[in-house]
């Protein structure tokens, strides 16, 4: 039996990437469907991260707050050791009382308004869900797709319910394929893929053993153990008795996952814990394979891939499920653009265009990151610590730049913009200094008696930000508006602004003089600067606006 479902946008995929499309588009009004082939959510912790620009877009889709409090027992985490056994390197560390803080954490609060956090994809997800379907998405877990078409107009998927064997198609405008790094949709549709391949060969083994009261005080995130009979990585998850080894294995030598029984690898955990007596509950063992492909390309039509199945990638940069979040915050605005008639179909061209550099530039930098072995890499000579410093600019999720026909190209002779830099954090280290194709600049201002970031302003619309002289703009930006259809908002930012901050303080985070604004796109990447207002400042934001929707 078979029934027809008609939806704008379609997700395959159900994980931590697939759910935050549903709510990108939510939050543009847009109804998504997704579909996910296993029965729930995660029961593996898998990724346990999310970086600090993940946490501004929750942040900006107001569910920052939910997000940290799923990974409150997580808190603790931090830390990085190698040595023969976690009882011999922990017990040598002095144990600390009192909250513990990242290091380098009051530097990287300059970056942005929500630092990251530590969350595992099992506490993640349940939540997500729950917000996803408040929101009014609509989730149909143990549900596969088993076919694909498409034409000029839409796309049509035929799915299988798991449980009953029924199938049922949906079509849908658009359809974003999440559905992880062996992705069907990507194999179906031919994509060509590039990078290292497999790394090598690990078993994700997920166990409990009671280890408060040894690590208390001593927590620690990650922590190497190599020996002749065992080697691989512990990864904390509540630092209490929750945790996961990762477990290095050789096929050149013979040996195959299915060598290591639930009582082998007992044995094993016992040797690399240090504690021969300890009571070990082991959950689930997944082999794996740390690898690097990259698509070679994410538009085929009306059907976009992201998240592993765009860039698959090693954990040890924190990088995959983040890259994930921001191809769909990237592709939400763009969709919600063209449905409201308000872009042409030549804005979802940049798609490619922007996030494919920044998913091949994560991928490499978390593959900088480990060993021979697929390890994360824990060598404190000079090539690792090269390697560490390389990767670092992508940790917090902002260094990078996008470039491409949407994004305006600027004139920043006579010396290369170097006298529009401020010499801060965010400028030298991440870009961000107000620069076509960056993240905006973020400052707090208070603004109809609240304290907000200057990231808080670009919720859904496009926004102009000027400085504390350019209240000329603010008219200007409500011709074009009017003339367009389309809603920029506007504002100056100084002591007498409708953003109020200290003199010079917003100009110089953007690069800008104080009569020159910038042009912020709906997530939070600007678009277009004008170092000084110009004599046909209407007709540039005009035509900066058009080409940021490429009509």
């Known amino acids: 039996m078979s029934s027809e479902t008609q939806i704008p946008v379609l997700i395959i995929g159900g994980g931590i990437v697939g759910l935050s499309a549903s709510l990108c588009l939510s939050h543009y009004g847009i109804p998504s469907l997704v579909i996910e082939r296993h029965s729930g959510t995660s029961i593996h912790p898998r990724a346990r991260s999310v970086n600090a620009r993940t946490m501004e877009v929750f942040r900006g889709l107001g569910i920052e707050a939910r997000v940290r409090e799923?990974?409150?027992?997580?808190?603790?985490?931090?830390?990085?050791?190698?040595?023969?056994?976690?009882?011999?390197?922990?017990q040598a560390k002095p144990r600390k009382e009192g909250p513990r803080k990242l290091p380098l954490s009051g530097l990287?609060?300059?970056?942005?308004?929500?630092?990251?956090?530590?969350?595992?994809?099992?506490?993640?997800?349940?939540?997500?869900?729950?917000?996803?379907?408040?929101?009014?998405?609509?989730?149909?877990?143990?549900?596969?797709?088993?076919?694909?078409?498409?034409?000029?107009?839409?796309?049509?998927?035929?799915?299988?319910?798991?449980?009953?064997?029924?199938?049922?198609?949906?079509?849908?405008?658009?359809?974003?394929?999440?559905?992880?790094?062996?992705?069907?949709?990507?194999?179906?549709?031919?994509?060509?893929?590039?990078?290292?391949?497999?790394?090598?060969?690990?078993?994700?083994?997920?166990?409990?053993?009671?280890?408060?009261?040894?690590?208390?005080?001593?927590?620690?995130?990650?922590?190497?153990?190599?020996?002749?009979?065992?080697?691989?990585l512990f990864t904390s998850i509540n630092n209490s008795d929750r945790w996961v080894f990762h477990l290095s294995y050789d096929p050149s030598k013979g040996e195959k996952a299915s060598d290591f029984s639930p009582e082998k690898c007992k044995e094993l955990l016992r040797l690399a814990l240090g504690m021969p007596e300890i009571e070990i509950d082991i959950k689930s063992v997944l082999p794996w394979e740390p690898s690097v492909r990259i698509a070679e390309q994410l538009q085929?039509?009306?059907?976009?891939?992201?998240?592993?199945?765009?860039?698959?990638?090693?954990?040890?940069?924190?990088?995959?499920?983040?890259s994930g979040i921001a191809d769909v915050y990237n592709l939400a605005w763009k969709l919600a653009a063209i449905r409201d008639g308000h872009a042409s179909k030549a804005l979802l061209e940049t798609y490619d265009v922007e996030r494919i550099p920044v998913g091949r530039a994560a991928a490499e930098a978390s593959a900088s990151a480990g060993d021979e072995r697929g390890l994360i890499s824990m060598k404190r000579n000079l090539s690792g610590v090269l390697k560490f410093v390389s990767g670092m600019r992508l940790v917090s999720g902002h260094g990078y730049c996008y470039t491409g026909k949407a994004i305006s190209i600027e004139d920043t002779s006579p010396l290369g913009g170097l006298t529009w830099?401020?010499?801060?954090?965010?400028?030298?280290?991440?870009?961000?200094?107000?620069?076509?194709?960056?993240?905006?600049?973020?400052?707090?201002?208070?603004?109809?008696?609240?304290?907000?970031?200057?990231?808080?302003?670009?919720?859904?619309?496009?926004?102009?930000?000027?400085?504390?002289?350019?209240a000329s703009w603010l008219?200007?930006?409500?011709?074009?508006?009017?003339?367009?259809?389309?809603?920029?908002?506007?504002?100056?930012?100084?002591?007498?602004?409708?953003?109020?901050?200290?003199?010079?303080?917003?100009?110089s985070a953007a690069g800008i003089s104080s009569r020159?604004?910038?042009?912020?796109?709906?997530?939070?990447?600007?678009?277009?600067?004008?170092?000084?207002?110009?004599?046909?400042?209407?007709?540039?934001?005009?035509?900066a606006l058009r080409q940021a929707l490429c009509i």
């Open 70 to 90: 799923a990974g409150a027992s997580m808190s603790a985490t931090m830390g990085m050791y190698t040595g023969y056994s976690l009882k011999e390197v922990i």
């Open 108 to 232: 990287a609060a300059s970056i942005g308004p929500a630092s990251g956090t530590f969350v595992t994809q099992d506490m993640i997800e349940p939540v997500l869900v729950d917000i996803a379907r408040e929101r009014g998405g609509d989730i149909k877990f143990y549900t596969e797709c088993v076919g694909v078409e498409q034409d000029g107009d839409s796309v049509t998927a035929t799915l299988k319910d798991r449980k009953s064997g029924v199938t049922s198609t949906v079509r849908a405008e658009y359809l974003i394929a999440a559905d992880g790094a062996g992705s069907p949709i990507r194999t179906r549709l031919n994509v060509p893929t590039t990078g290292r391949g497999t790394m090598g060969h690990l078993l994700n083994i997920l166990f409990h053993a009671d280890l408060k009261s040894f690590v208390q005080g001593r927590e620690f995130s990650l922590l190497l153990v190599e020996r002749p009979e065992v080697c691989g």
């Open 300 to 322: 085929h039509g009306r059907i976009f891939i992201a998240g592993d199945a765009a860039h698959q990638m090693p954990p040890w940069r924190g990088q995959g499920a983040n």
């Open 421 to 470: 830099m401020p010499w801060t954090l965010p400028s030298l280290f991440l870009s961000i200094d107000g620069r076509p194709g960056s993240r905006a600049p973020h400052i707090w201002v208070e603004h109809q008696g609240k304290r907000i970031s200057t990231l808080d302003l670009s919720n859904k619309s496009f926004v102009l930000l000027a400085g504390r002289e350019g």
């Open 475 to 507: 008219e200007v930006a409500k011709k074009v508006s009017s003339a367009l259809g389309i809603e920029v908002a506007a504002y100056c930012a100084g002591p007498e602004g409708d953003l109020v901050c200290s003199k010079g303080e917003f100009e």
């Open 516 to 543: 020159g604004a910038i042009l912020v796109r709906p997530d939070d990447m600007v678009a277009w600067r004008e170092r000084r207002q110009p004599l046909d400042y209407r007709a540039k934001l005009e035509q």
